[in-house]
Nanobody, 126 residues
Framework: QVQLVESGGGSVQAGGSLRLSCAVS????????MGWFRQAPGKEREGVAA???????SYADSVKGRFTISKDNANNSLFLEMNSLKFDDAAMYYC????????????????????WGQGTQVTVSS
């Protein structure tokens, strides 16, 4: 059974940084599409960053240059380094994974991914 557990969320001042972690267990597939998603109240869930089997990455325009996604294969963990946080970054953040990897990493920012964590809240204050 695949399980994803996010951590690292919290409250941060605008301009600050946070590092989100996603511990993955039970994932035995050789290929992966993995990503970080966020959903603010009243808004649709959006994919902000993704990484695929080959290590390619993709970012939403709104976070390019500020967020960095990375994966620790040895420890089955996914990370999202968030810098220069803005008020608009406040949301519930989720990690997700799927064994289908088309090779087009931007596809991994789609909400079709099969396995999801429960989310970690990020709040940005003045």
């Amino acid at each position: 059974q695949v399980q994803l557990v996010e951590s690292g969320g919290g409250s941060v001042q605008a301009g600050g940084s946070l590092r989100l972690s996603c511990a993955v267990s039970g994932y035995t597939y050789s290929r992966y599409c993995m990503g970080w998603f966020r959903q603010a109240p009243g808004k649709e869930r959006e994919g902000v960053a993704a990484i695929n089997t080959g290590g390619s990455t993709s970012y939403a325009d709104s976070v390019k240059g500020r967020f960095t996604i990375s994966k620790d294969n040895a420890n089955n963990s996914l990370f999202l380094e968030m810098n220069s946080l803005k008020f608009d970054d406040a949301a519930m953040y989720y990690c997700a994974a799927d064994p289908v990897d088309s090779g087009v990493v931007s596809d991994c920012r789609g909400t079709w991914l099969q396995y999801w964590g429960q989310g970690t809240q990020v709040t940005v204050s003045s």
